[in-house]
Nanobody, 123 residues
Framework: QVQLVESGGGLVQAGGSLRLSCAAS????????MGWFRQAPGKEREFVAA????????YTADSVRGRFTISRDNAKNTAYLQMNSLKPEDTAVYYC????????????????WGRGTQVTVSS
């Protein structure tokens, strides 16, 4: 099993940046593809970005492409989401997830989830 803990969320003004981290337990982190999702109040959870086992391939939702970057450091058992040029519509709880296959955009294809970290972007 993998346990995931997100951190790095907070309150930021529009145009600002945040870097989210997702720390994973266990020694099998490199065997999992990773994804970031977000859920705003009253809305469904939506895909943000994903990365393959080695980090060689990344996938980003249209809504954040060019602003958000996903990465991972397998030596540190950690995945990251660098968020730049933040907008009020980026406000949501951000979740990281681990699954067997890379590039998956459906939350149903991920097996393990963190508890989320709140990101609030003020206008």
């Amino acid at each position: 099993q993998v346990q995931l803990v997100e951190s790095g969320g907070g309150l930021v003004q529009a145009g600002g940046s945040l870097r989210l981290s997702c720390a994973a337990s266990g020694r099998t982190f490199s065997r999992y593809a990773m994804g970031w999702f977000r859920q705003a109040p009253g809305k469904e959870r939506e895909f943000v970005a994903a990365i393959s086992w080695s980090g060689g391939s990344t996938y980003t939702a249209d809504s954040v492409r060019g602003r958000f970057t996903i990465s991972r450091d397998n030596a540190k058992n950690t995945a990251y989401l660098q968020m730049n040029s933040l907008k009020p519509e980026d406000t949501a709880v951000y979740y990281c997830a681990a699954g067997p296959l890379p590039g998956r955009t459906s939350s149903y294809e991920y097996d393990y989830w963190g508890r989320g970290t709140q990101v609030t972007v003020s206008s």
